[in-house]
């Protein structure tokens, strides 16, 4: 077999297995969000983002506070927005 069809499979199984784990270390958030390891440190340092260091030195990241500082300042679609003026145009109706 291939030697990149074999470092492939390994990382889609790796990946795999971070899927099912609450919490997450530095480079498996990294990975996760696919966000470069610079800009993670930077906001972990000005605490733009919820983590962990409970030693002092490693950061750990808990993948139900990541999920939601991901999804934060979440913008409408355009037909939510149609449809929720629609809505208050018909709530707001004189007779």
């Not at 808990?62 to 208050?88: I, P, T, V, Y």
Request: aromatic content about 8%.
């Amino acid at each position: 077999m291939d030697t990149i069809l074999i470092f492939d499979r390994l990382d889609r199984l790796e990946k795999l297995l971070t899927a099912h784990k609450e919490v997450l270390t530095f480079e498996e958030a990294c990975d996760y969000t696919g966000i470069s390891k610079s800009y993670l440190y930077k906001l972990t340092s000005s605490g733009n983002i919820p983590h962990s260091k409970p030693n002092g030195k490693m950061i750990f990241f808990e993948k139900k506070k990541l999920n939601g500082w991901l999804l934060q300042n979440n913008r409408k679609s355009k037909s939510d927005l149609e449809n929720e003026a629609l809505r208050h145009t018909l709530k707001n109706r004189r007779p």
